[in-house]
DNA sequence: CCTATCTTAGAATAATCGTTCCAAGATGGA
DNA sequence: TCCATCTTGGAACGATTATTCTAAGATAGG
């Protein structure tokens, strides 16, 4: 039987997700991937393919391992709005303290990056949406909510308020300012 | 006297901003640039300097080309409601439609991207930031709205709303959704 | 221990990157 | 018309880009 590999796939690409989460794909050379993770290049495109198919497995990884659990959580919970609170609480504190602040949303970036062009990007960017959107629906429709409301479009404003408070606080926003925001999207949907 | 320049400068920025805004900074060559604007080399690093300065040119021309009319007109406008809601219906019209179609907002594209962590970058987004709040902030105190609303909090979060908007619109998101969603965050603030 | 088969390190590739340079061209006051 | 002074076209620059290739190293069944 042949050699086997001297590394840890996922554990390489972890790293890699966080380079270009951090930085993004156009500005981030292969040589810095290849700096970072310790590997060579043989094995990075015998692994991963190349530049490209790196960027998209790492994007991919992202959003099964970052963004599912929390949306998994955010659709489990059944506290009505406490849980959509709670959501943004968490969103709003991982990305303006801790390891990875001010580094915004991957998929985020990505919609305003030039990645965004590629049809294997733009599904992984619909994916993410709709699994959000649908994470905030299942919330919303457990919550005492004003009557008439319209809970699609509201689950529509509150995913989009998510990606502003992505943005934004990759430009360093108030923590402050930012869940006051937040505050003033939800106190209107109670009854 | 010497000789004068053959071209005028702001149309060629005026390309070239174009050229930023729906390719983002990071993956637009110089030769691009040049093949555009039809200047030559030396034409462009002799009146613009390096594509550093070029870009953050670029994005100044962008803010008060662009941005400033919409702004202005949002914060003279005294209807109250009705010039935020035109305003967002403007943004989705741009966004959605037209010449500059699925292109986004170069400042939010400039929030995601590397060229966020440059300082001379980042005071443009707070300077686009800070116009936009204020803006929203003076169009909302001019409404009729429900009693205890926090205007400084609701400002934020229409602000918010409109980098998600920029964001999703360059993915391809339904105008009419983003209506909906809009509509969801003002029908709350009527009385 | 041998060897078929894979992995690895790192040199080498061609293309493209941003930038500089120089000679030729254009300008308008003298 | 002459000329000092700027602009222009385009070649040239070294650095960096993504990718490929080759030779040496590692592995585990026979």
């Given at each position: 039987m042949p050699d086997v590999k001297h590394f840890d796939p996922d554990a390489v690409l972890e790293q890699v997700e966080q380079l270009f989460w951090q930085r993004?794909?156009?500005?981030?050379?292969v040589s810095e991937v290849v700096a970072v993770t310790g590997l060579s290049r043989s094995s990075l495109y015998a692994t991963f393919g190349g530049k490209r198919e790196l960027y998209v497995k790492a994007l991919r990884r992202y959003v099964e391992q970052r963004s599912r659990p929390v949306f998994d959580r955010l659709a489990a919970d059944d506290r009505g709005l406490p849980a959509i609170v709670d959501f943004f609480d968490r969103l709003i504190q991982a990305r303006c303290t801790?390891?990875?602040?001010?580094?915004?949303?991957m998929v985020s970036n990505a919609h305003a990056g030039?990645?965004?062009?590629d049809p294997e990007v733009r599904r992984v960017l619909d994916l993410h949406q709709e699994r959000l959107l649908t994470a905030m629906h299942a919330a919303l429709s457990k919550a005492r909510l004003r009557?008439?409301?319209?809970l699609d479009a509201t689950a529509d404003l509150l995913t989009l308020l998510a990606y502003g408070v992505n943005l934004r606080s990759r430009a360093g926003a108030d923590p402050s300012h930012l869940r006051a925001a937040v505050a003033a999207a939800l106190d209107p949907l109670r009854p």
């Open positions: 993004g794909t156009a500005s981030t050379g801790g390891e990875h602040a001010r580094w915004g949303c030039s990645e965004s062009g009557p008439g409301l319209d």
